[in-house]
């Protein structure tokens, strides 16, 4: 019987394994549309000083809007729009759109928009990036371009790409820190203006164990090589004050603010953005 029920088993994994299967390849079919049909969006999310609560950048997420699945969540579909090389388009797009968003803020504003390997990889990328900074009126020293420890390993070339969009002014944050491999290699290699502790450890600071520790140290660490400091995943209070002991400069999380449209977005700086105060709040209505 056990035999049976164990044979049973393998039937149903490698059924789901196969539905699971279809399912992506249905998205990755219906992504190469989604830009054309308008189901693309982006949502945006407050980057704060610790020390005075104030609103620093805006990091742009986007967000995909399925006719008929509904919202599909982005660490889902990103993989499977660089796997296809959808990512490339879709990239040019966010890029783009968070520029001629962030054009409307006030100056001392600026706006965080990731970047995939691919994209890195891509001959044109950096003239595409100086050209879009120049058709929305933005100057390059509004934009930090997020770009992870996974898209510097898959890129042989990624130093003298970063040398060449330092060189056009625009900032580079290493996002998701501490979850790839080979962090500090890549510290030594390549010089980053911030540096993104992954929310893994920001999260588990007040728990018992050594994320605390770990994010102390990184803090340290970022200030031996001048970048500052981003904690991500700030939900609660007492994170924030642990994140403040510990050496960030900023946070990013719910505590401030949930991703908002960017209508949301607007009216967020005119109560609390520059000059103001980001009080912890929970706005309703995330995207
Ligand atoms: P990320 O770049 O690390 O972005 C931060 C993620 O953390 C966002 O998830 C954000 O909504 C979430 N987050 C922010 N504060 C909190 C918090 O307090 N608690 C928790 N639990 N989560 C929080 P999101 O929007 O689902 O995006 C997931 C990932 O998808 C992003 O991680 C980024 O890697 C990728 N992504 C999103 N938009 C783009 C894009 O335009 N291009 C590329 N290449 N990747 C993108
Ligand atoms: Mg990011
Ligand atoms: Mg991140
Ligand atoms: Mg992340």
């Not at 796997?83 to 803020?105: H, K, M, Q, T, Y």
């Not at 050594?210 to 609660?236: F, N, W, Y």
């Amino acid at each position: 019987a056990a035999k049976k029920a164990g044979g049973a088993c393998i039937v149903t994994a490698s059924e789901d394994f196969r539905r699971d299967l279809e399912f992506r390849r249905r998205l990755q079919r219906d992504i190469l549309h989604a830009s054309q049909r308008n189901e693309f969006d982006l949502a945006f999310q407050p980057i704060v000083d610790v020390g005075e609560l104030r609103a620093h950048s805006f990091e742009a997420l986007l967000r995909w809007q399925h006719p008929e699945l509904g919202r599909i969540p982005p660490d889902l579909f990103i993989p499977l729009a660089e796997e296809s090389g959808a990512i490339i388009e879709i990239g040019r797009f966010v890029l783009d759109r968070a520029l001629s968003i962030a054009a409307n803020w006030p100056a001392q504003l600026t706006v965080s928009v990731n970047v995939s390997a691919l994209q890195l990889s891509e001959k044109s990328f950096v003239r595409m990036v100086r050209e879009t900074l120049k058709r929305n009126g933005v100057p390059a020293s509004r934009l930090i371009l997020e770009i992870t420890e996974t898209a510097l390993i898959k890129n042989a070339n990624a130093g003298k790409i970063l040398d060449d969009l330092r060189r056009l002014g625009v900032g580079i944050a290493l996002d998701d820190f501490g979850t790839g491999y080979a962090s500090m290699g890549y510290l030594q290699q390549y010089r980053f203006d911030k540096i993104k502790i992954d929310k893994s450890f920001v999260s588990t600071m007040n728990e018992e164990g050594k994320s605390a520790a770990i994010v102390r140290a990184i803090c340290a660490l970022a200030k031996e090589i001048s970048a500052t400091v981003v904690a991500e995943g700030i939900e609660t209070e007492e994170l924030l004050s642990l994140v403040g002991a510990a050496g960030c400069d900023f946070g990013q999380g719910y505590l401030f603010a949930r991703p908002m449209s960017a209508l949301q977005t607007a009216l967020f700086i005119e109560k609390n953005g520059w000059g103001g105060v980001a009080t912890p709040r929970r706005p309703a209505g995330e995207m």
